[in-house]
C-alpha cells in the first residue's frame, strides 16, 4: 500500500474540486484531486448543451468546454491528479489536524493520503424513484434524467423511444429536448408542486419550443408494465390534495425522473462531519469549513447550485480559505446567519464581519416584486429590491463590515424575502 | 474476449448423453427458487443425474428473490404442521450451510413486541408453542428485559417474546450459493426453460418435458417446485388439480445509515392472516420494513401501492418510532404462493414418479434445507436408488468482497488484478471484478448482477453504475446493446443506438 503526503486533498474532480485546487496550488502548498471516474469534469462531461460559463468567462461554452478551461489550468499547475481512484475512507486523528484517507485505484492499488487539509468536492447525486416513493410495478425503463443523459450523450444509446418526465427539474427539461432531437416523442413532464423546478429559460427552450406539455400541480401515483415501461398514471392535485376521479393514464416505454439532487455526503459523515438538515451539505463557517477543523466543502456537495459559474465561484473561495487556513489564519469574529421568513436556507451559516462574504440562498416562494431584508438582530439594516423571485432561482447577495457594522459576539443576521 | 461459463449452466443439449438426442436424467426439477435449488443441492451428493429447470433468466428470481429474508424462530406454528416441522429442522441446518456456502446469514434473534397488554396474552400463546415445538433458548420477555434486549422498540411496549434462535439470510446469495454448489457436484440448471409439455414414454419410464423454446430432455422423475406455478405444472404432468393464488407482500428499503435499524427482527403480535408487518435488518446493513398481505389476482403482479406502502410505514413506526419516510430507497413486491394452511410436499397420487412441492409460502426459506432432504427421502422411497458420491464437495469458492475488505488485503487483490480497483458501485462498493465474477457465474441480467453483487442496490440505484455495468456485460458477455435486460424477457434496457 502506497503512503503518500500532501499538505491539502481535493475529494472530487469536476468544476468544484479543480476550482478550489487550482487556489491552494496557487498559495504555494502541495495539493492533490482524487477523482473516481477517469477523466476530470466530473459531471460537465454530459452536459453537452450549451450556457454555462456566461458569469466566469463571459462567453457560452458547452459543459465539456467549460470542463477543459479548468482541466488546462490544472494541467499547467503543480497539482497531482489521481484519476479512476475512489475514497473509501477518510480517518480524522485528533492531533495535528492530521487527516488520512484510504482511497482504491487500478493503478495504484489502495492509497493512503495524508493531509492537512481536506475539501470536500463530491457534488450530488440524483433523487431516484425509491425517495420519492413513486408506487407500481418495477420494469425496465425506469432511469434518471442525469443516468439518460449520460447513456446519450457518451455512451450513445437511447434509453427510449416513448418518454415521460416525471419533475421538471433542469436535468429533467435538458433531456426533455435532447430525447426529441435524438427523434423520441417526449408526451409529457409531470410537475407535482404548482410551478416548474427548473429554470425559466429552460422551460421556455426545452419545452415550449418542442411543443411538450407540461402538467403542473399533477402527481405520478402509478407505474405500469412488468417487462418494460408501459405508461404512468398521473393523477392532479387540488389544494394540496390528490384528486384520484381525475386521475390519467400516458402509455410511454421510458419514465426519466428528474426529481432533485443530493448533496453525496456519506464520506462527509463518515468523518465527522455534520450535516444541515434542509440542504443535506455540511454545515459551513464563513470560511465554508465544516465543524471538522480542516475540512472544507464546496459545490454541489455543499448545496445544489443551479449554475456551474457559481459553483466555480464558491470553490474558489473555498480553495482561498483552505489555503489560509494552512497558513494558520483564523476569522477573529463571525457572526451567525439564519433563514428568516419565506428562505429555504441560508449558506454559508456564518460570515466574517471583516470582509465581504459572499452570500447564497433560496426563496421558498413565488413572487413578483419580492424584496430581500437584511436583520441585525431584529433591526432591519438594508431591504434589496429582487424582482421575481422562485425557488428554482438560487439568490445571491454579498454582505460586508458595512451591513454588519455593530454587531455584537451574539449576534445574528436574518434574511426575510417578502 | 468473452467469459467462458459454467460448463453446467445451460449445458448444449445436442452434446449430453441420451436418446435419440434428446439427453436423460434421473430426476428433473422445474423451478429453481430456494426449494428447487436446495432439492438440487441435496440430490447433488447422490449418484444421481439432476436436471433444475427454470423459466426465468436466472434462478432466485421469482418468490424467492423478494421476502423478508427471515429464518423464523420456530414458534409461529403448530407441530401438527408439516411445515412446522421442516422450519425447525431447517432453522438448526442454517450454520452448517453457511460454513459450506459462504451467504449472508446472521442469527440476530427474534423479538415480538407487544403493545398493550391483550397482545401479552397471544405471546404467551406462541410462548408455550415454541417450547412445545423444542425451541431452544425461547423466552418471555418483560417490558424492561425487551427494551434492553431492543433499545429501538417504542416506549409503548409492554413485553414480548424472544427468540435467540432466529435470524436473517440474503435469500437470492443463498439460492446463488445452492445452485453454484449443485452444479460444481455436476447438477445441469436451465435457465429460460419453461416447460410447456410433459409425455410419459411408458415402455422406458420417462417423462419427455419439452420447453416452450423447443428444448426437450428425458427425466425419470421429476419434482414439481415452481413456486406460484406449480398448478399450471401439476396440470401439464396430469398431477392432481389445484389452485396456486398469489399474496402480495409490499416493503420498503431503507438506507443503511438509517437511526432507526433495530439488532433483532422485531415482529408485531401476529394476526389470523399473516405474521404481521415487520422491522428486519437485512444481514447488508439495510433495514426492511414489511409485507403487507393482499391475495392479487395476477401472478405477475409485482406492483406496489401508495396505501399499502403508507401502512407499512405507519405500522412500522408503532414498534421502531424512529423510522423515517427520509430513509427509504426503494419499495418493492414479492408474491408469495398460498395453497392451503400448510405446505403440500408428496408425490402425486394420480401421476406417476412425480413429486409436489407446493404451497411453499412463509416459512419457505426457512424450511428449505429441510425440504431438500424431505424430498430427497421421497424420492428414494418412490424408487430412485441413491447412492452416496465419494467425491461431493460441499464447499464453494469463498468470495472476497471489497467493502469487507482491509486496505492491505485489498491492495494485494488490486496486485493481482487491477479491476479489484474500480470502484464500479459507490454506494454499496463493489468493483469491477466482482461484476466480472457475477457474470461469470451465469448471472448476465442487471438484476442477476444487483442480487450478487449488490451493485445498483444502494442509496442511489444504479443512477451512477448502471451504464458502467452495461459496459462490462457487454464487453464479457459479446452480448449487443439490445440483448441487455433487466430480469430477462422482454425487459429491454436500452431502445436504440445514436
Known sequence: ?418 | MTTTFTHNLNPDLTTLPGTNGIPDYDVAIIGCGVSGANIARRLSAYKVKVAVLEKAADVSFGTSKANSGIVHGGFHHNKKYLKARLEIQGNLMFDRLMRELDFPFKRCGIIVAALHEDEMKAVEHLYMQGVENGVIGIELCSRERILELEPKLSPDVVGGLYAPGGGIVEPYRFVFALVESAMKNGVHVFTNYRVEKAERDVPRNKWLITAADGRKINARYVVNAAGLFADEVSRIFGGESFTIKARKGEYYLLDRLTKARPERVVFPVPTSVSKGMLVIPTVEGTVLVGPTADITESKEDFSTTSERLEQILDSGRKMVPSLSRNDVITNFAGLRPVLEEDFYIEPSKVTPAFIQVAGIQSPGLTASPAIGEYVKDLLKNIGLELTEKSDWDPFVERRPRARELSPYELDALIAKDPAWGNMVCRCEQVTEAEIVEAIRQGHTTLDGIKYFTRAQMGRCQGGFCTFKIIKIIMRETGLSYEEITKHGGASRVLEGEL
Open chain 1, 1 to 418: 500500500m502506497k503512503e503518500l503526503r500532501y499538505d491539502a486533498v481535493v475529494i472530487g474532480g469536476g468544476a468544484a474540486g479543480m476550482a478550489a485546487a487550482l487556489e491552494i496550488d496557487k498559495a504555494g502548498f502541495t495539493c492533490a484531486i482524487v477523482e473516481r471516474e477517469d477523466h476530470l469534469g466530473g459531471i460537465l462531461m454530459q452536459c453537452i448543451h450549451n450556457g454555462f460559463g456566461l458569469h466566469e468567462f463571459k462567453e457560452e461554452l458547452t459543459g465539456p468546454e467549460f470542463a477543459e478551461r479548468f482541466a488546462e489550468q490544472v494541467a499547467k499547475s503543480n497539482i497531482k491528479v489521481y484519476l479512476g481512484t475512489t475514497v473509501t475512507d477518510i480517518n480524522v486523528q485528533t492531533v495535528q489536524y492530521e487527516k488520512e484517507l484510504i482511497c482504491a485505484s487500478p493503478d495504484h492499488g489502495v492509497l493512503k493520503i495524508t493531509c492537512k487539509s481536506v475539501v470536500l468536492a463530491m457534488g450530488c447525486r440524483e433523487r431516484n424513484r425509491g425517495n420519492v416513493r413513486i408506487p407500481g410495478s418495477r420494469p425496465a425503463g425506469v432511469y434518471t434524467a442525469g443516468l439518460a443523459q449520460r447513456l446519450v450523450n457518451i455512451e450513445g444509446y437511447i434509453p427510449g423511444k416513448e418518454v415521460v418526465i416525471i419533475g421538471s427539474g433542469d436535468i429533467g427539461l435538458i433531456m426533455a429536448r435532447r430525447m426529441s432531437w435524438v427523434g423520441c416523442h417526449v408526451k409529457a413532464v409531470v410537475e407535482i408542486m404548482p410551478y416548474p423546478s427548473g429554470l425559466t429559460r429552460n422551460i421556455v427552450q426545452c419545452l415550449h419550443d418542442f411543443n411538450i406539455p407540461l402538467y403542473l400541480s399533477c402527481q405520478t401515483t402509478n407505474i405500469f408494465g412488468n417487462d418494460r415501461v408501459e405508461g404512468v398514471e398521473v393523477t392532479p392535485m387540488e389544494n394540496g390534495a390528490l384528486v384520484p376521479e381525475k386521475a390519467f393514464r400516458i402509455d410511454c416505454d421510458t419514465v426519466l425522473l428528474s426529481v432533485g439532487l443530493v448533496p453525496e455526503n456519506e464520506l462527509s459523515k463518515d468523518a465527522g462531519v455534520e450535516l444541515h438538515p434542509t440542504t443535506n451539505g455540511p454545515l459551513v463557517d464563513a470560511s465554508l469549513m465544516t465543524n471538522v477543523e480542516g475540512i472544507f466543502a464546496c459545490g454541489n456537495v455543499l448545496h445544489v447550485h443551479d449554475l456551474v459559474d457559481w459553483v466555480a465561484e464558491e470553490s474558489r473561495f473555498a480553495g482561498k480559505q483552505a489555503a489560509a487556513w494552512l497558513r494558520g489564519e483564523r476569522p477573529l469574529h463571525q457572526v451567525r446567519v439564519k433563514a428568516g421568513p419565506n428562505v429555504r436556507y441560508v449558506n454559508p451559516g456564518k460570515l466574517d464581519p471583516s470582509r465581504d462574504n459572499k452570500v447564497y440562498l433560496r426563496s421558498m416562494i413565488v413572487k413578483n416584486d419580492a424584496v430581500l431584508e437584511l436583520r441585525l438582530d431584529n433591526r432591519v439594516i438594508k431591504t434589496i429590491k429582487k424582482g421575481h423571485i422562485q425557488p428554482s432561482e438560487m439568490i445571491t447577495l454579498s454582505i460586508g463590515p458595512k451591513e454588519l457594522e455593530g454587531y455584537t459576539e451574539n449576534s445574528a443576521l436574518e434574511l426575510a424575502l417578502l
